[in-house]
């Protein structure tokens, strides 16, 4: 079982009009609603993939009900807990400019110390019964940075083994957990590395770098670079990974698909270099969906063969 950890999910809306008028009155040609967040991505990926997974995190108020429904529809079980606060809503006006969209992200409701205590005892509970717990996205107000290096120690004692996605301070407080699997993009890796990534060299270094601050072994890390693949360290060595090309409608998602396919094809039994195969066509898939949609099991074993994991200096 996969238990993913969402602390700020929301509901994205994304409206599309034919020009953006700042100041003005904007008529809505076509309207989207979906439920976000990186841990909630995962998870649904996950059980698009047929795999058993259980959502936890804060969610409150009316919009939680929205969210709720989309876990229903998509088989991800619900082990979230409920807060005072509402659970934040961001909007995205996309024109037909082709420019990126202007988007209104909400801060999410204040977490109160109870609440919080709530959510460790949820954790250690569902860890117990889960081989990988995913931590993944941002954090709400009134949760502190090392929200996620706190809950991996308590799943990890629960037995589970831990991936983070996250970024800047609050990934480099979960590396003091030594996670067993984290797949930062190229951009991520590079601030917690404190230096630029720009050449397939750099990239190949940061990986073997990442590798050895999260305890070395049999730990997993990957660096994600969109339409260029991954590069991925693991117990193993060092491997490459050409991700399927594939015409991007919006690639919202792909990193958390990415952890999804992966964690899933090692449940399988397949090995870390087997399971980036799967992760690199998961996260195409759902780089071919729109919004922040994902993608399904049958895009993902379509684009499978087209994704090619290569050891580096073969
Ligand atoms: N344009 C693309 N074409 C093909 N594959 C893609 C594309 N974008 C993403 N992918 C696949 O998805 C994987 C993860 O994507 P990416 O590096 O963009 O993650 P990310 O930045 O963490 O995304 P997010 O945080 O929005 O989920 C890539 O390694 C690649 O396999
Ligand atoms: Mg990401």
Not at 65 to 79: P, W, Y
Not at 110 to 115: H, N, R, V
Not at 149 to 176: H, M, Q, T
Not at 296 to 310: G, S, W
């Amino acid at each position: 079982m996969l238990l993913t950890v969402t602390l700020n999910p929301c509901v994205d809306y994304l409206l599309r009009v034919e020009t953006m008028a700042a100041n003005d009155t904007n008529r809505v040609k076509r309207q989207e609603k979906d439920a976000g967040g990186k841990g909630l991505n995962t998870s649904r990926v996950y059980a698009h993939l047929r795999g058993v997974t259980i959502a936890t995190g804060f969610l409150g108020g009316a919009t939680s009900s929205f969210i709720r429904h989309v876990m229903k529809e998509e088989n991800v079980l619900d082990g979230f807990v409920y807060v005072e606060g509402e659970t934040r809503t961001n909007f995205s006006v996309e024109d037909e400019s082709g420019n990126p969209p202007t988007t209104f992200n909400q801060r999410g409701p204040t977490i109160s110390p109870g609440e919080w205590l709530a959510l460790k005892e949820k954790v250690g509970m569902l860890a117990a019964k889960a081989e990988w717990v995913s931590f993944g996205g941002s954090l709400p107000p009134g949760v502190e940075t090392n929200a996620f290096y706190e809950l991996a120690l308590i799943a990890r004692e629960k037995g589970s083994k831990i991936v983070v996605d996250a970024d800047g301070a609050v990934l480099s407080e979960s590396l003091k957990a030594m996670p067993d699997f984290i797949k930062p993009n190229t951009p991520e890796a590079g601030r917690v590395l404190g230096r630029e990534l720009k050449t397939d060299d750099e990239v190949i270094q940061a990986s073997r770098d990442l590798h050895t601050m999260i305890g070395g072994g049999d730990r997993i890390a990957v660096i994600s670079r969109g339409a260029k693949g991954a590069v991925m360290t693991c117990g193993t060595g060092t491997y490459v990974g050409i991700s399927p090309n594939v015409k991007p409608l919006s690639t919202i998602g792909s990193g958390d698909s990415m952890i999804a396919g992966m964690l899933w094809a090692m449940g399988q039994g397949n090995p870390p270099a087997e399971a980036l195969q799967w992760g690199l066509a998961a996260g195409a898939a759902t780089a071919l969906t729109d919004g922040s949609a994902i993608g399904d099991k049958a895009t993902i074993e379509r684009l499978l063969p087209e994704a090619v994991v290569k050891p580096v200096g073969s």
